[in-house]
């Protein structure tokens, strides 16, 4: 079954760092664009970050809130993708969902936490 | 403030039919495929329509998506209690080259 697992959520400290990773399961990630998708407590989705397919040079796109504070890539050994976040803030308190871009954005990981509180 | 507007909330009755509005921009919904998901509390979102209105393998015809211009609709035909849940929808915008997802619309059957 295609699957997408996310894990590295926690709790961490304003202007702390986090690395969420999220593993592939039954299709080759590098094929597909990847996304990270985040959602704050009881509000709607919001669309993070984007890394491409080797056949569009892996290039990467991000949201405003997050551009040069989020990073993200992935390990082609490892059927991964990763999301390098500094900086945080309170305001990126949110479920963070792995998502796979094909046809919509068709896959969908069950979603790791990730909380910023002193 | 999200780049595609729809409304809060829509509220039928079982059986009948409820349309949800998307409403984007030249740059995004008038340019791009539409994309629809569905969201359970607690749960993933899942893949309702892709490229304006083409249904994935599993989801029922009672779904339907259309477009025109810089709106999207989507719409949902025998409604059943098991519907209520949040939809979203979503597409790419070419001027901000970033994802963009409408605000959601809390589905209520009555």
């Known amino acids: 079954e295609v699957q997408l697992m996310e894990s590295g959520g926690g709790s961490v400290q304003p202007g702390g760092s986090l690395r969420l990773s999220c593993v592939a399961s039954?299709?080759?990630?590098?094929?597909?664009?990847m996304d990270w998708v985040r959602q704050a407590p009881g509000k709607g989705l919001e669309w993070v970050a984007r890394?491409?397919?080797?056949?569009?040079?892996?290039?990467?796109e991000y949201a405003a809130s997050v551009k040069g504070r989020f990073t993200i890539s992935r390990d082609d050994s490892k059927n991964s993708v990763f999301l390098q976040m500094n900086s945080l803030t309170r305001e990126d308190t949110a479920v963070y969902y792995c998502?796979?871009?094909?046809?919509?954005?068709?896959?969908w990981g069950q979603g790791t936490t990730v909380t910023v509180s002193s | 403030q999200s780049v595609l507007t729809q409304p809060p909330s829509v509220s039928a009755a079982p059986g009948q039919k409820v349309t949800i509005s998307c409403s984007g921009s030249g740059s995004n919904v008038g340019r791009n495929f539409v994309s629809w998901y569905r969201q359970f509390p607690g749960a993933a979102p899942k893949l309702l329509i892709y490229?304006?209105?083409k249904r994935p393998s599993g989801i029922p015809d009672r779904f339907s998506g259309s477009k025109s211009g810089p709106s999207a609709t989507l719409g949902i035909t025998g409604l059943q209690t098991g519907d209520e849940a949040h939809y979203y929808c979503g597409t790419w915008d070419s001027s901000l080259n970033v994802w963009v997802f409408g605000g959601g619309t809390k589905l209520t059957v009555l």
């Open positions: 890394i491409r397919n080797k056949a569009n040079s892996d290039s990467t």
């Open positions: 039954e299709f080759t990630l590098s094929d597909h664009f």
């Open positions: 998502a796979r871009k094909h046809y919509g954005i068709d896959v």
């Open positions: 490229e304006n209105n």
